[in-house]
């Protein structure tokens, strides 16, 4: 009860602050306020778990990474849709525009989240309080920060790399860094994560950031360097503390109440219920657009039948992932739609569906089919097949007919093992196969286009700003 207030609380006392725009869409504290705020532990545990909040926006089931992983891949269509239907088919159609209005939202919401995050780096500096508290935070900080930033330099390619809480005027000096530049703040931001995070074990309070998702997010970025050497040793790090492990089967790892298990790494939390607490949207969002069960579902994300036919035959990650179809009466509509957060017993009131499925932003799974992919060792890839009862790489029963190669056999692994957990884009992206995979299931992808518009708004308060190639 005390974290959920805490949630509730933040959410409150940042919103309350004074705000001006400015074309990073900063919403910077007045001095009073900041200055009477940030005094003791209590305000900064505030001020922390506001950060965190950020995620229910940075990952929603309709937020930047579900849209870019998901619509802009081979795994996922939508049907009807809400709002401006245009500029949601305009990610699966590579028909963006600079003055896409989901674009320009996601560039915000990334923007406000970061001051979040920065607001509290700067003022956990001269606060008078424990060394070990601060760096914690500091720490904590330090990893959502990097997350956010590996996620915007994917999408976006050079960003305002904004480490301070900037006024208006300010940021108007800061223009787009390098790709290079950025990732070396993020992987500098992660390696004080690393060495200041307690290990998985010690933390008591869940969602936390970790030794062990900082780690796994260092091996994960390292690798989209192209740094094999060192991702192995960071993912190896992590594998070799006993803290994370597989679960016994593939369907443990599904339903509202399964939460933070052996092989979570990071994990966003949801309680459920009722409004007043932080609810997971996914089974909504996710449920074809038809209101049959007192709810609208969203439309989102609705599986394509290339993700479906991904799965070898006798694979059982199939049907734990996706849907065929729901009941209508006396009448099943065919439509295949995510399932991994079906929570048909959530709380159901004027047309809201109050969820408690968490999110896995990094699993023990990702980790193993990483290591494989930084290492070339296949044993790693293969406990993940063992624990989906599937014949091993290497043996006579794989498919090696149509994956030849360990690369092409990690391919089709994180696709069916991590469908629709918002990796495929980036994960096509990281190995160079976007523009041959998606091209030849008719996307019409050029280089390019695997970088989303700046926002012309942006542009137009700051023309100084550049725009990406192509757009």
């Known amino acids: 009860m005390k974290s959920k207030q805490v949630l509730i609380v933040a959410g409150m006392v940042l919103m309350g602050f004074g705000c001006k725009k400015s074309f990073l869409e900063l919403a910077p504290l007045s001095n009073a306020n900041a200055n009477n705020f940030y005094k003791t532990t209590a305000d900064f545990d505030i001020a922390v778990a506001a950060a965190y909040n950020s995620l229910y926006t940075i990952y929603a089931p309709e937020g930047s990474v579900s849209y870019a992983s998901e619509q802009m891949s081979d795994n996922a269509i939508v049907y009807n849709i809400s709002g401006i239907e245009t500029d949601k088919w305009a990610f699966k159609d590579y028909n963006l525009r600079p003055a896409n209005t989901m674009v320009y939202q996601f560039w915000q919401e990334y923007y406000k989240s970061l001051f979040n995050i920065n607001i509290v780096l700067d003022k956990i500096e001269g606060a008078s309080l424990g060394t070990a508290y601060k760096e914690g935070v500091k720490a904590e900080m330090s990893f959502l920060r990097s997350l956010y930033y590996f996620n915007m330099v994917r999408l976006w390619g050079d960003v305002p790399l904004v480490l301070t809480p900037l006024n208006a005027e300010d940021s108007y000096k800061v223009l787009r860094s390098p790709q290079a530049d950025v990732y070396a703040q993020i992987i500098k931001d992660l390696q004080y994560a690393v060495d200041k995070l307690q290990v998985n074990s010690q933390v008591t309070q869940k969602g936390k950031a970790t030794k062990g998702a900082a780690q796994t997010l260092l091996g994960k970025v390292l690798l989209t360097r192209g740094d094999k050497t060192g991702a192995a040793a960071a993912l190896q ?76 035959a006798n694979d059982g990650r199939r049907d734990l992932s996706v849907a065929t179809g729901y009941q209508n009466g006396s009448t099943f509509v065919s439509q295949k739609y995510p399932k991994k957060w079906t929570d048909a017993s959530a709380v159901i009131q004027g047309g809201a569906v109050y969820g408690s499925n968490n999110f896995m932003v990094l699993r023990y799974a990702d980790l193993l089919l990483m290591l494989t992919e930084a290492t070339g060792d296949a044993s790693y890839l293969n406990q993940v097949r063992t624990r989906a009862g599937m014949p091993a790489w290497g043996t006579a029963g794989y498919p090696t007919a149509k994956y030849p190669t360990l690369d092409l056999a990690i391919e089709h692994e994180r696709r069916v093992e991590l469908a629709l957990e918002f990796h495929r884009w980036f994960d096509l992206k990281r190995t160079g196969r976007a523009l041959p995979v998606l ?7 050029t280089e390019p286009k695997l970088l989303l518009p700046i926002p012309e708004i942006v542009r137009s308060q700051n023309p100084v700003v550049t725009q990406n190639t192509g757009y």
């Open 439 to 445: 091209a030849a299931k008719g996307k019409a992808v």
């Open 237 to 312: 790090a992590v594998y070799t503390s006993s803290e994370y492990g597989l679960l016994p089967t593939y369907a443990a790892l599904w339903g509202p109440s399964v939460k933070n298990t052996k092989e979570s790494i990071f994990e966003i939390q949801y309680i459920g219920g009722t409004s007043s607490n932080p609810y997971s949207r996914y089974y909504q969002i996710f449920f074809p657009n038809t209101n049959i069960y007192s709810f609208y579902g969203g439309g989102m994300n609705q599986v394509t039948d290339d993700l479906w036919n991904e799965y070898e």
